[in-house]
């Protein structure tokens, strides 16, 4: 059977932001993203976790399967395939947070998720058309770190405080720290802290030369985590939180 010539052309097209098809993912994202929530909060209302566990085993199998396949021969490139990019270590958290309920797990991945990893839905740095794997991915990992932050939100309890907000900030000057140190080494870009920009524009481009737009860089995002400091009481609202569940931590 032939494929239309329409469904072929956008298929084979690369990916375009601030256009039709970024609004289109952008709003089902969000759709996914409240609805997981939802689930997990009537979950938790009644006082189980079935739905919370069970994406949380969904995104660590997700993830074991991405970077099995980002670590083949016929894709490995040292600059992509690894793990290392802020997404990559909120996505590997994520399971954890949701499973163990531990506080400082807990704040790395929201303040991560919901500070720095929804950048992506605003300036996707991906080039690729849907006929490539490296655009699902893309979208799939950003995906699981947005909707496990709205499962956190709906099914744990989990209301950040200040000290949370210094636990993730001090994690992120360390993993910033020791990936400058690791971009040096290989001459790669992870976590965008290297001597190099994304091939596509960001708010990185306006940063100015490296490496002082590193500095600039753990300031915003410093500044991100603050807004989701004081923005986050509406996330479990929205997804009908009832005003008396409360942090139990």
């Given amino acids: 059977m032939s494929v239309p010539a329409a469904q072929a052309g956008w298929i084979g097209t690369p990916f375009a932001a601030f256009g039709p098809t970024h609004a289109v993912i952008a709003a089902m994202a969000l759709g996914v993203c409240v609805a997981c929530g939802v689930l997990a909060r009537r979950e938790a209302e009644r006082g189980r976790r079935a739905f919370a566990d069970g994406f949380a085993g969904v995104v660590l199998g997700w993830n074991l399967l991405a970077n ?93 405080r200040w000290r949370d907000y210094w636990v993730a900030t001090g994690v992120s000057l360390v993993t910033l720290l020791g990936l400058m140190g690791l971009n040096g080494w290989l001459g790669t870009n992870y976590g965008y802290v290297g001597n190099h920009k994304p091939s596509t524009k960001t708010l990185i481009d306006f940063l100015g030369p490296w490496p002082m737009r590193v500095v600039w860089l753990f300031l915003i995002a410093s500044v991100a985590h603050g807004l989701v400091l004081l923005l986050y009481p509406v996330l479990p609202r929205v997804l009908g939180v009832r005003s008396g569940g409360r942090d139990r931590r």
Avoid: K
Avoid at 98 to 104: A, E, G, S, V
Avoid at 111 to 127: D, E, M
Avoid at 135 to 153: D, E, K, P, R, S
């Fill in 68 to 160: 099995l396949w980002w670590l083949l021969p016929a894709n490995w490139e040292v600059g992509t395939s690894l793990p290392l990019h802020v997404c990559d270590l909120a996505n590997l958290l994520m399971p954890f947070a949701i499973w163990t309920r531990w506080r400082p797990l807990l704040a790395v991945a929201v303040f991560w998720g919901l500070g720095l990893s929804t950048q992506a839905f605003v300036t996707p740095t991906v080039n690729e058309a849907p006929d490539d794997l490296r655009y699902w991915l893309f979208w799939g990992g950003h995906l699981w770190i947005a909707a496990g932050c709205c499962v956190i939100a709906g099914g744990t309890g989990y209301r950040p």
